[in-house]
């Protein structure tokens, strides 16, 4: 990707003059060095440990409940969600509270409606998500969205909300297994063949042959 860069900025140089004004000592001049990753690119992975758990309290509760979790930024733009901790809650039909104070490490709460509403509510907002980096709804057995707070600066933090959460449970990463598999459709294409009972070709469409006049 820098290599590219670089000789876009050397065919410009060559373009025009005007860009005479643009070339400095540092031949890097513009590449600032930053990894910027678009908010549509971040991807929440939640442990098979927290789905299964979730989905099992989902089957015996009607209420409300929550947990807290990790969010580990290893691998970002995907997050990781695993731990559990588990506070001493109360709970009813529209409402969940921690009785308990939880863990400075755990960064994550994660709470779900019993109510199949699959958005963070004005008092979700005000109590989970502004109060956590991170905020994930857990609804008909499956997480819903999550706030994330990006910080900015000592106090203001941009809050982005994303659907794009996947459990452990269901991941399979087939990348490693993808590059094993060479695709050699182009080499094993039959050739048309000359049908002369019909007086046509037998013509391969990818799947089939298919009859077509000529
Ligand atoms: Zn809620």
Known sequence: MGK????????????????????????NIWDSGLNIIKGQDIHILVSEEISRLCKALEQRVDTE???????????????TIQDIFFPEQEASYAYVKSLEKKPDEFNVVIHRHP???????????EFLN??????????????????????????SFVQVETENIES????????????????VT??????QT?????????????????????
Not at 115 to 125: C, E, I, L
Not at 139 to 153: H, L, R, V, Y
């Open 4 to 27: 590219k860069k670089k000789r876009k900025k050397i065919e410009k140089r060559e373009e025009s003059k005007e860009t005479e004004t643009y070339k400095g000592d540092d031949d």
């Open 65 to 79: 409940f929550m947990l807290y979790a990790k969010a580990d930024f290893r691998t970002f733009p995907t997050i």
């Open 115 to 125: 109510h199949g509403n699959t958005q963070f509510s004005a008092t979700d907002d």
């Open 130 to 155: 502004n109060n956590s980096l991170i905020s994930m709804l857990f609804t008909n057995g499956e997480f819903a969205t999550a706030t994330i707070n990006i910080k900015i600066n000592g106090t």
């Open 168 to 183: 452990e449970e269901n991941y399979i990463n087939v990348e490693p297994f993808l590059k094993k598999i060479r695709n």
């Open 186 to 191: 182009q080499n094993t294409q039959p050739q």
């Open 194 to 214: 000359w049908n002369k009972w019909n007086n046509k070709w037998n013509k391969w469409n990818g799947n089939s042959y298919n009859s077509y006049y000529y």
